[in-house]
């Protein structure tokens, strides 16, 4: 089946720096990935939706300029967590979605485990 | 608009217990239904789906049907074990390239 990786698994950073979550489609080519956000014992929140080569669509209440998105290729979209606070802290997924035309599905990464000290 | 209501947990089971978690969704149109699991520290997993009225979604002796008439997608095993304790998801999505809306998710511990 359809793979995504994310990279790093976990990451711990200092109030202030910026962290980068890479999310890869491995074997299929995705139009569209998801930014997802999971606080402790509670279920996703979609972010924003991705799509490749134009600008990333965000949720209400998301800020973008803390929450760079970029979908450079058809297998990678990096999330930038600028100048990162404590409260930024939480599990980041992203998921892809397969090429249109293939069930309705999307494939999940197996997430991002962020701590801001 | 469209959203998932889901049965609150933590729901705690003897193993071989019958397992079941109730799903409702609010959709426009016909959306695919999905139940996800999600282990400790990991991801999500697919667990099963449906993409249509009265489509049965199985895997590893999990079940659900889609129920257009109740808009349920309940979820349910005949008999647990201690290695089913995880966090379960449902979810609807519209289609290709859409976005999921997923449920609050329900911890299920499973005790020898």
């Known amino acids: 089946g359809a793979v995504v990786s994310q990279h790093p698994s976990w990451v711990i950073c200092k109030s202030g720096t910026s962290v980068k979550i890479e999310c890869r489609s491995l074997?299929?080519?995705?139009?569209?990935m998801f930014w997802y956000r999971q606080f402790p014992k509670q279920s996703l929140m979609l972010m924003a939706t991705?799509?490749?080569?134009?600008?990333?669509?965000?949720e209400q209440g998301v800020e973008k300029d803390k929450f760079l998105i970029n979908h450079a290729s058809l297998t990678l979209s990096t999330l930038t967590v600028t100048s990162a606070h404590p409260e930024d802290s939480s599990f980041y997924i992203c998921?892809?979605?397969?090429?249109?035309?293939?069930?309705?599905?999307?494939?999940f990464g197996p997430g991002t485990r962020l701590t801001v000290l | 608009g469209n959203s998932v209501t889901q049965m609150e947990g933590p729901v705690t089971l003897s193993e071989e217990a019958f397992l079941t978690i109730n799903c409702t969704y609010t959709?426009?149109?016909?959306?695919?239904l999905f139940w996800y699991v999600q282990y400790p520290g990991e991801g999500l997993q697919l667990l099963l789906k449906?993409?249509?009225?009265?489509d049965k979604g199985s895997n590893k002796g999990f079940e659900a049907t889609y129920r257009k008439e109740t808009t349920s997608f309940h979820l349910e095993k005949g008999s647990v074990q201690v290695s089913d304790s995880a966090v379960y998801f449902c979810?609807?999505?519209?289609?290709?390239?859409?976005?999921?809306?997923f449920g609050t998710g329900t911890s299920l511990t499973v005790i020898p």
């Open positions: 998921s892809a979605s397969p090429p249109v035309g293939s069930p309705s599905e999307q494939f």
């Open positions: 074997d299929f080519q995705a139009t569209t």
């Open positions: 991705s799509n490749e080569g134009s600008k990333a669509t965000y």
């Open positions: 959709a426009t149109g016909y959306p695919s």
């Open positions: 449906a993409t249509k009225a009265d």
């Open positions: 979810a609807l999505s519209r289609g290709t390239g859409n976005q999921f809306y």
